[in-house]
């Protein structure tokens, strides 16, 4: 049972460059139905950026899709967001969650994307 999640890999990277963001849980999310990754720029609403189910299945937010890849290794207990070509807007904190009821969410990791 995922009691926590925990983010990594934030940091400063300039236009079109790359960045891999990791969410480290304390337990196995094997049983977990979903673990996904927010964002969340300032003065803006926290919003979804991709989501990985428990059979593999992925889905991404319209603005991100063709650049970031979402991604899990269950015998790590660990889902990465992989982000390709980024943009200014990219610009956020990053928050892992393990999407269930309640959810879990970590304690986010800063994006920086110079232009």
């Known amino acids: 049972q995922v009691q926590s999640v925990e983010e990594s890999g934030g940091g400063l990277v300039q236009v079109g460059g790359s960045l891999r963001l990791s969410c480290s849980a304390s337990?196995?999310?094997?049983?977990?139905?979903?673990m996904g990754w927010y964002r969340q720029a300032p003065g803006s609403q926290r919003e979804p950026v991709a989501v990985?189910?428990?059979?593999?299945?992925?889905h991404l937010a319209n603005s991100v899709k063709g650049r970031f890849t979402i991604s899990r290794d269950n015998a790590k207990n660990t889902v990465y967001l992989q982000m390709n070509s980024l943009k200014p807007e990219d610009t956020a904190v990053y928050y892992c969650v393990r999407i269930s009821d309640p959810p879990g969410w970590g304690q986010g990791t800063q994006v920086t994307v110079s232009s």
């Open positions: 990985i189910v428990r059979g593999g299945g992925t």
């Open positions: 337990g196995s999310i094997d049983s977990v139905y979903a």
